[in-house]
Each structure stands twice: as C-alpha cells, then as structure tokens.
C-alpha cells in the first residue's frame, strides 16, 4: 500500500505562485509513475499533470501548460506541483495519485491506483 498526502495549498491572489508537495509513505514511488487531478465546486475531477517513474517525461493539461510543473523527487518520495500565473479557475482540491509500473506518464485516472486526500488552493481574482 502507499499512502499519499498533499501539502502546500492555499489561498493566493491571481497571478501568484504555490508549490504542492505529495508525500508518500508506505512503499518507495521510484516505481510509481504520478498524477495531479483537481476537483472544483460542482464539477467533475479533472487531470492536471503526470510525470513518468523516472521523472524524464511528462504530460500536462493543455490549460496549465506553460504554468505548472509538475516534478519529483524519488529519493524524498514526493512528488511535487509548481504553480505559477495562477488564475481564479484554477481553485480546486488538488490530489495526488500513483500506479505501479507504467514508464510513461498516464492522464486518465482510472488508470491510478492511489489516491491522497487532497490539498485546497484558492485563487482570488
């Protein structure tokens, strides 16, 4: 089992920065390719980043590329979210996923098998 806990939300103005971090316990993620999903009031959870087992590939939403970046750090076991240009559309709880054994990133999250409980980032306009 791995367990997975977000950190690092928040409330910010648009245009201002926050870094997520997902810290994971349990087994090592140097085998687990990562995910970041987030979830707004009244819609459906969406993908926002993943990155490969080794860090050397990633993939983005198209509405956050250019601002966050997603990262990791296998030696810390965490994964982590760079926020950057924040908007207003980005407020949403943020959650960190893991699946065993893909060496690519993967965007649908019914591929992952680990969830966190997520963390809450708010954007004022």
């Known amino acids: 089992q791995v367990q997975l806990v977000e950190s690092g939300g928040g409330l910010v103005q648009a245009g201002g920065s926050l870094r997520l971090s997902c810290a994971a316990s349990g087994r090592t993620i140097a085998s687990y390719a990562m995910g970041w999903f987030r979830q707004a009031p009244g819609k459906e959870r969406e993908f926002v980043a993943a990155?490969?087992?080794?860090?050397?590939?990633?993939y983005y939403a198209d509405s956050v590329k250019g601002r966050l970046t997603i990262s990791r750090d296998n030696a810390k076991n965490t994964v982590y979210l760079q926020m950057n240009s924040l908007k207003p559309e980005d407020t949403a709880v943020y959650y960190c996923?893991?699946?065993?054994?893909?060496?690519?990133?993967?965007?649908?999250?019914?591929?992952?098998?680990?969830w966190g409980q997520g963390t809450q980032v708010t954007v004022s306009s």
């Open positions: 996923a893991a699946v065993y054994g893909p060496s690519t990133p993967r965007r649908w999250d019914y591929e992952y098998d680990y």
């Open positions: 990155i490969s087992w080794s860090g050397g590939s990633t």
